[in-house]
């Protein structure tokens, strides 16, 4: 019951910036961390990211294209935490309404997520095939 009033009391605050660098950290990481129990498709990205960089590593890419891909997994990772931003904001402005402009919202924001994954599996292909090319 304590914790839960310490989070009510904190959540009363949240309209606040935070003047602690720290504070501001441990408030991002609590959204990252919410995302990651929370959202199966970052959980699969996740998966696909970590794969992506041990193939990576099997296939000694260059550090270049190592930059390339994590600039990339990052994009991906990025767009799905302001995906889950705004379809929580959508679900809290019209309850449980249905709203063609929320669904707007939230249909263009998954899409923003589909482009940069479609995004990725191409430069995963630019920097891998030619790599596993050379091993046959």
Known sequence: MEKKLKYLENRNESYKTS???????KYAFSGISYVLKTSRNFKIQLIFAVTSLIIGFLLKISLSNYVILIATIMSVLMLEILNTSIESIVDLIVKKEFSFLA???KD???GAVLLASINSVIIAVYIFVPKIKLLF
């Open 103 to 105: 669904k707007i919202a």
């Open 108 to 110: 263009t924001s998954a």
């Open 19 to 25: 003047s602690n660098v720290f504070t501001s950290f």
